[in-house]
């Protein structure tokens, strides 16, 4: 199984300095900071949906998520929420796909 089947930025077929450009662009149009989850202090730029972002270090409790409003979601067509708490949409997707048995 590969990322592709997965990563709905394309970053397995970027270079560095292509990654970075997404990368930035995400973090430039992200709405995770307004996000009731988010916590002061916390990663400034929110981001979390991005491939290798992680999640939180400082939010321990989910509460309303935006994600769906975001326009980076809506762009990318993203299916999961909750990126700052329950990782990527890469992860998240991987990890869904495992849980149905079909790695």
Not at 48 to 56: A, E, Q, R
């Amino acid at each position: 199984m590969k990322i592709t089947e997965f990563d709905n930025f394309g970053v397995e077929e970027l270079s560095n300095e292509e990654y970075a450009r997404k990368q930035d662009y995400v973090v430039k149009n992200c709405k995770c900071p307004g996000c009731p989850t988010f916590v002061k202090g916390d990663n400034p730029a929110g981001a979390y949906c991005f491939p290798l972002v992680g999640t939180s270090q400082n939010i321990h409790r989910e509460k309303d998520c935006i994600c769906e409003t975001c326009p980076v979601y809506k762009e990318y067509e993203l299916t999961h929420t909750f990126y700052c708490t329950r990782c990527s949409q890469v992860c998240q997707s991987y990890k869904a796909e495992a849980a149905s048995g079909h790695e």
